[in-house]
């Protein structure tokens, strides 16, 4: 079956600093994938997503590179924000499969400090 | 831009107690999910809508039923609640079934069983 792992967390930063998330998956076919940022109190955002490989989708200054040969899709951003503290989801897609179902990771708890 | 409305925002019930989550989406999609969402476990599907009068169990649909009342409200029900139903529950709502249509997540329901 379908399955993402995510790096554990929490993962806590100072302002500017450099984030790496990384993010690994299985899957039957060929998946499309995604990250979703959950703010506190609220539900799922999307992100940005890739859905081929080598596609690099980006948002925000966030960027994460589609890798098929290490079935990864790591998420990085040069330098956070406060404003980015969140919980950070890697998700993916794999239809016919799945019936273009998302499965996601466990999540990784983001924390900035000014 | 109400997006996908859920109610209520937060509930406590006591074991054996029924409820039904309500959701709404106002973007005109055709597909509609649930899940749940549990410390250290992620996101897991419920059941799910692809479009309307259709409905499928997900990855943990013991315990629940759905209703896709028409192509705008999926209900949640919960026949007999157990306290291993507390968890924050999340709808949400894409275009249809395609990998270019990204789910939009409602801010949750936080149900607490005593």
């Known amino acids: 079956g379908n399955s993402v792992t995510q790096m554990e967390g929490p993962v806590t930063l100072s302002e500017e600093a450099f984030l790496t998330i990384n993010c690994t998956y299985t899957?039957?076919?060929?998946?499309?994938l995604f990250w979703y940022v959950q703010y506190p109190g609220e539900g799922l955002q999307l992100l940005l997503k890739?859905?081929?490989?080598?596609d690099k989708g980006s948002n925000k200054g966030f960027e994460a590179t589609y890798r098929k040969e290490t079935t990864s899709f790591h998420l990085e951003k040069g330098s956070v924000q406060v404003s980015d503290s969140a919980v950070y989801f890697c998700?993916?897609?794999?239809?016919?499969?799945?019936?273009?179902?998302?499965?996601f990771g466990k999540g990784t708890l983001l924390t900035v400090n000014p | 831009n109400a997006g996908v409305t859920q109610t209520p925002k937060f509930q406590v019930l006591k074991t054996g107690q029924s409820m039904t989550l309500q959701c709404a989406q106002d973007?005109?999609?055709?597909?509609m999910y649930w899940y749940r969402q549990d410390p250290g476990m992620g996101l897991r599907l419920i059941y799910y809508?692809?479009?309307?009068?259709?409905?499928d169990k997900g990855e943990v649909p013991n315990g629940y039923n759905v209703s896709r009342l028409n192509k705008r409200e999926f209900s949640l029900r919960l026949e007999s609640a157990a306290p291993s139903q507390t968890s924050v529950y999340f709808c949400?709502?894409?275009?249809?079934?395609?990998?270019?249509?990204?789910?939009?997540f409602g801010d949750g329901t936080r149900l607490s069983i005593l």
């Open positions: 949400a709502s894409s275009p249809g079934t395609g990998v270019d249509q990204p789910q939009h």
């Open positions: 998700a993916l897609s794999d239809p016919p499969y799945s019936n273009y179902k998302l499965t």
């Open positions: 973007m005109n999609h055709n597909s």
């Open positions: 899957a039957t076919g060929y998946p499309s």
């Open positions: 890739a859905t081929k490989a080598d």
């Open positions: 809508s692809a479009s309307e009068g259709t409905t």
